[in-house]
Structure formats: structure tokens, C-alpha cells
């Protein structure tokens, strides 16, 4: 059974920093690209960043170039979000998904052949 699993949201004050994980089971790090996602209250959901399987190359959407870090340690199974310099408008459900495309983190920052999900940690960025 195929599992992801995110924590380490919570209440961060604006310019703070807060990483967040994702655990994953039953699925190999090594063969899937993983992506995070968050979906703010009332909008649509939208990614945030990629990491591939094949060669560990890293993507982000352009809001959070710069201060936000994905990065995985297979051994674990697990990838993370380093989130810096927080802002209120970071506040959001966030998400983390995997893909075993070949492809891997082709169609970031779609959520196009995200097979697997977890259900999300929130992240609140308020004084």
C-alpha cells in the first residue's frame, strides 16, 4: 500500500522559516519524482515544486524560486520543503504527490500523472 505522509506544518510568524516532510511507503524514492502542492483557502490548487527521480533536478514555480528548498534523502524515504522568508499569503494546505512517470517532473507545475497523495499539512504564516 502506497503511502504519503507530510508534517511539520503549523504557525510561523512572517519571515520565519518551517520545513515541511513528506514520508513516503511503498513506493521506491529511486523510480518516483515527487512534487509539493498547496491549495490556499478558496483557491485552486497549484504546485509549488518537483523533484525528479532520475537525476534529482529541482523545479519551482516562480512565487517560490529563491526561498523555498525541496529536497529528498531516499534512504529515508522521504522529501522535504524548506520554506524561508515566509509571508501570509504562503499560508495553505500543502501537499505532497508522486509520480512514476518517466517522465518525472515533466508537466510541473501541473499535477498531471500524480498518481499517489497525501493529505496535506497546514502551514500558517501569521503575526
Known amino acids: 500500500q502506497v503511502q504519503l505522509v507530510e508534517s511539520g506544518g503549523g504557525l510561523v510568524q512572517p519571515g520565519g522559516s518551517l520545513r515541511v516532510s513528506c514520508l513516503v511507503s511503498?513506493?521506491?524514492?529511486?523510480?518516483?519524482?515527487i512534487g509539493w502542492f498547496r491549495q490556499a483557502p478558496g483557491k485552486e490548487r497549484e504546485g509549488v515544486s518537483c523533484i525528479s527521480s532520475s537525476d534529482g533536478r529541482t523545479y519551482y514555480a516562480d512565487s517560490w524560486k529563491g526561498r523555498f528548498t525541496i529536497s529528498r534523502d531516499n534512504a529515508k524515504n522521504a522529501v522535504y520543503l524548506q520554506m524561508n522568508s515566509l509571508k501570509p499569503e504562503d499560508t495553505a494546505v500543502y501537499y505532497c504527490?508522486?509520480?512514476?512517470?518517466?517522465?518525472?517532473?515533466?508537466?510541473?507545475?501541473?499535477?498531471?500523472?500524480?498518481?499517489?497523495w497525501g493529505k496535506g499539512t497546514l502551514v500558517t504564516v501569521s503575526s
Open positions: 504527490a508522486a509520480t512514476g512517470l518517466s517522465s518525472g517532473c515533466r508537466y510541473f507545475p501541473g499535477d498531471f500523472g500524480m498518481d499517489y
Open positions: 511503498g513506493i521506491d524514492l529511486d523510480y518516483y519524482s
